[in-house]
């Protein structure tokens, strides 16, 4: 499956992604965007179909200061795009990336409450020095990550992580048995110590002066499709 993979923080090697990207395309004809910081900090791909959310990534804001890959889809799209164009969004594009980059920027959490969809995100903001991870309420689209001493990596899959030398490899009982039980994991837990997933309607930030992760959800089974706030894990 297509995906996105990335890494950021004071100790990250940006020279990792490109082996990242090459664990998530299982065809050669699958397309492959990529971004790295001039200072190294931060590296962000998609590799995606071509023909399926084909704008490039990441997008980038209108000041340039924010950039996002998505893989998937936003359903509502159009009628999100033209409510945010009213309020003096300027595009540069057609993607799903840049959308969901503009409506972020504009309300935060609110905005992805409303999406509807099927996708997993990330969004580096060089002004505030975070990377942000999301995805939509039912977590349709897996993403896992994982937070060592100066740095984050994250991956539609888990052996687009394993390219760092350094990471843990050590397996947890825990998510063994839930993947041979069920066929899939349950909340944060993995195959892996090292490697968490994302849980749905997550948004993860990482917040690279402090080496510091905050995690909350911003939808919960059982609420209102369009209620504001969000709940916290």
């Known amino acids: 499956m297509p995906g996105i993979a990335g890494l950021v923080g004071n100790t990250c090697d940006a020279a990792l992604l490109p082996r990242m990207l090459a664990r998530l395309r299982h065809q050669p004809w699958y397309t492959r965007d ?3 910081d001039a200072s190294g900090g931060a590296a962000l791909g998609r590799v995606g179909l071509g023909y399926v959310n084909a704008a490039p990534q990441p997008a980038v804001n209108e000041d340039g200061s924010q950039r996002a890959v998505l893989e998937g ?3 509502d799209y159009a ?5 945010l164009e009213a309020k003096g969004h300027r595009f540069r594009g057609d993607g799903y990336a840049e959308l969901l980059l503009q409506g972020w920027e504009a309300d935060g959490a609110a905005f992805v409450r409303r999406l509807n969809g099927c996708f997993s ?5 060089d002004r505030a020095n975070t ?6 309420r039912f977590g349709m689209r897996a993403l896992y990550y994982s937070h060592s001493p100066g740095r984050i990596l ?3 899959e888990i052996k ?5 030398p350094d990471l843990y490899r050590s397996t947890d009982p825990r998510g063994l048995a839930q993947f041979f039980t069920f066929g899939q994991y349950l909340g944060r837990t993995t195959s892996f110590a090292a490697v968490s997933l994302l849980p749905a309607a997550g948004i993860l930030t990482y917040h690279v002066e402090d080496d510091g992760v905050e995690l909350h959800r911003y939808a919960r089974l059982g609420e209102s499709w369009q ?4 709940s916290h894990s």
């Open 34 to 36: 990529s971004w790295v």
């Open 73 to 75: 889809e936003i359903y």
């Open 79 to 83: 009628t999100l795009r033209r409510e």
């Open 121 to 125: 995100a990330a969004i580096w903001d």
């Open 131 to 136: 990377l942000t991870l999301l995805n939509d």
């Open 154 to 156: 994250f991956g539609s």
């Open 160 to 164: 687009a992580l394993f390219v760092d």
């Open 227 to 230: 209620s504001n706030g969000a």
